[in-house]
Structures are given as structure tokens and as C-alpha cells.
């Protein structure tokens, strides 16, 4: 039997590119001689990240719409038609078994293209409300992998499963890393540990609020590890030399930064979401509110509501302090919010996507 060619797209940001890693890594582990190609934005963050895990890419000129009129908006018409020919030109020279799609601009062009030449596509939804681009190709999927409750809504029922987001298999054993952890962060053993993150590329207003809450959490008594996104990194730099804060630009070790931890301060992508149900510690979430449909809201939520996470706006980052102190200090419901959180955790998502690949290409 031939190598299998998959195809997947992805990207933008890490919510959209580590699942499709993950998918392709789980995939190669069944079939080592299949054939990989990424199709990404060019200029975005997966041109990087995919060669550095070992795959191949290629880049469309891409872009999504912004909210207000932009040179951005006047030109996407015609990244739309050169994207839908560059795709073109791809699939028939890699002829994929199938193509999958995580999300981001590239894998509209991508999937529909592919759609049309009669080649199965497979969606990987993050969110607990979906992108239009996932809405539109939804229509024409062959199946649309999905990891929240009620998405009937937006996608045919009869293509759905819910299998729940990849994310990285180390996190599944950090709870025999916590000395390793301490030890790689180089942390005092007996102070909480705070870990902040804003995603791959930053979060100015959770920036903001830790650098205007530090010495509030010195009089705590408790130690940052701030990963402040390549953003700003070089504007919270200077804040390493203070004994009790780590400022990183990425944290490569994400499973020991999470073994590390106490209490985490997150944004509420999907991807993250996901990763903090399996980790299950405290989490207070900052929701990015500038996000399509407000989709990290809606994410964060949905944890909320079942009483795994707290829910902290934007709008609302004045009562930080109080809400931090009063977690801090009830060690009942630290506990509580991280048997809950637990509770919606979905390991095995990469296997069960993976699974679904496999039935596509059987068939």
C-alpha cells in the first residue's frame, strides 16, 4: 500500500497550530512512512513553529477581515483568489488521501479546494463557538471533530463527534515533575507559585495588571512564573531582576511550568482551555475580549458555569486583587475548583481524532 499524503492547515496562533502538530505527530506514530505538508499564513507564527517540529510548509497570502475598514479589508478579496489558486496548485502536486483543518485563515482556501476535488476533509473545532471559517466549510466537511457540548447548533449533527482538543501527551504526567519543576524554575519550596499566561504572542492587559499588581503579590509572599509573550517581552524584561519574578518571553517546558504552579492566571483560548482541564490546578481566567464571536469569553464559561475555573473580565480587573487574596487563602476551594475542573478533561483527544482520520481514509 502507498504512504498516505496528509494534508493539514492551521495557524495563527498556537490555539491553531499545536493541535495540528499533535494530530500529525499521533498520525506518524501509526504510519511512519505517511507523507506530511502543512499549508499556513505566510508571515504567521506556524512558518516558524511547524519546521521546528519537523514538518514541511508552505504559505498563502492570508489574512482574516478586521472588525473596522482597513487597506487589510480592500485587499481581501484578492488574497481570497490567490490563496484559492496557490491551494490549488499544492494539493495537485502533493495529491493528499485528506485534508485537515485546525483553524486559522489558511484553512479556509485550503479545505475548499480540497472539498471540491472530492478529497475528504476533517475539521478540528477548538472553540465553544465556532469561527465563520469552520461555519462555512462545515457544510462540506466529512467530519467535524468538536470538544464542547451543543454545537448542533452551528454544524450538521449527523458529521460531529466530540473528541476534545489535542494537547501535549508530557501534561499528563506532571504530577511526578512538581520537584523536577521546582528545581528547573529554580523556586523557593515553600512559596505558592503564580503562573501567568497570555498566550503565545502576549496579552497586554494581563501584562498590564501583573506589573501593576507586583508589589501586591510580594506582600503575598508568592513567586511569578510571567510568561509575557514575544510581544513584550523586551518591555518586562527589566522585571527578572526582582528575586521573587521570572519574566519569559515562551516557556518551553510547559509541562514543568504547569507541575510548578498553584494558582494559574490564563487566557481562555480553546487550546489552553483544554490543557488546564488536564493539568487541574486553580485557574482564574482573563478572557481575551478582542477575539471573533468573543469566543474565549464563551470558553471560559463554560468552565465557570461548572464551577472548574473563576471568570474574571476585562471590564472587571479591579476586584483582581480581592478575588486573587481570598483563593489564595481558601485552600477548600482550591481544591474544589480543581477536582471540578478535572472532571471535563478529555485525554484521549488526539487518539480519538486521529481515530477519525483513520475511518475517512478507510472508507
Given amino acids: 500500500m502507498k504512504p498516505y499524503n496528509i494534508l ?46 519537523g514538518y ?42 485528506i485534508a485537515i483543518g485546525t483553524g486559522g485563515f489558511a484553512s479556509g482556501p485550503t479545505l475548499i479546494v480540497a472539498s471540491r476535488k472530492g478529497i475528504p476533509t476533517l475539521i478540528q473545532e477548538q472553540n465553544s463557538f465556532p469561527g465563520i471559517t469552520n461555519k462555512l466549510l462545515s457544510k462540506r466537511a466529512s467530519k467535524i471533530c468538536v470538544a464542547y457540548d451543543h ?14 482538543n489535542p494537547v501535549r501527551q508530557d501534561l499528563l504526567t506532571i504530577y511526578s515533575k512538581e520537584q523536577e519543576a521546582k528545581d528547573f ?7 505558592k507559585t503564580i503562573l501567568v499566561l497570555g498566550g503565545s504572542l502576549g496579552a497586554r492587559k494581563i501584562n498590564q495588571l501583573v506589573e501593576g499588581n507586583l508589589e501586591f503579590f510580594k506582600n503575598q509572599e508568592v513567586q511569578i512564573i510571567w510568561q509575557c509573550g514575544k510581544l513584550y517581552f523586551d ?16 516557556v518551553n517546558r510547559m509541562d514543568l511550568a504547569y507541575a510548578a504552579s498553584d494558582i494559574i492566571i490564563s487566557r481562555a483560548g480553546a487550546s489552553s482551555v483544554s490543557e488546564l482541564c488536564i493539568v487541574g490546578k486553580p485557574v482564574i481566567f482573563i478572557p481575551s475580549p478582542n477575539v471573533a464571536e468573543d469566543h474565549q469569553t464563551k470558553n471560559a464559561k463554560s468552565i465557570a458555569d461548572k464551577h472548574g475555573a473563576i471568570l474574571l473580565k476585562e471590564s472587571e480587573l479591579e476586584t483582581f486583587p480581592i478575588v486573587f487574596e481570598t483563593l489564595l487563602k481558601d485552600i477548600g476551594k482550591q481544591e474544589h475548583l480543581s477536582e471540578n475542573i478535572k472532571e471535563l478533561a478529555l485525554p484521549g483527544a488526539t487518539t480519538d481524532i486521529v481515530n477519525e482520520i483513520e475511518k475517512l481514509l478507510k472508507k
Fill in 235 to 250: 518591555e518586562y524584561n527589566k522585571y527578572n531582576d526582582l528575586s521573587y519574578v521570572q519574566v519569559h518571553e515562551f
Fill in 8 to 53: 493539514i492547515s492551521g495557524g495563527g496562533t498556537g490555539g491553531h497550530i499545536y493541535p495540528a502538530i499533535a494530530i500529525a505527530n499521533e498520525f506518524k506514530l501509526r504510519y511512519p512512512d505517511a507523507n506530511f505538508l502543512f499549508v499556513g499564513a505566510k508571515d504567521r507564527m506556524e512558518m516558524e513553529k511547524v519546521p521546528q517540529a
Fill in 56 to 97: 514541511d510548509i508552505k504559505g498563502l497570502w492570508i489574512s482574516g477581515v478586521q472588525r473596522k475598514l482597513t487597506l487589510d479589508n480592500l485587499s481581501f478579496p484578492f488574497k481570497l483568489i490567490s490563496s484559492l489558486w496557490e491551494a490549488r496548485k499544492i494539493i495537485k502536486q502533493f495529491k493528499p488521501d
Fill in 185 to 191: 524554575f529554580k523556586l523557593h519550596k515553600t512559596n
Fill in 151 to 164: 454545537l448542533e447548533r452551528f454544524f450538521p449533527l449527523d458529521k460531529m463527534v466530540k473528541t476534545g
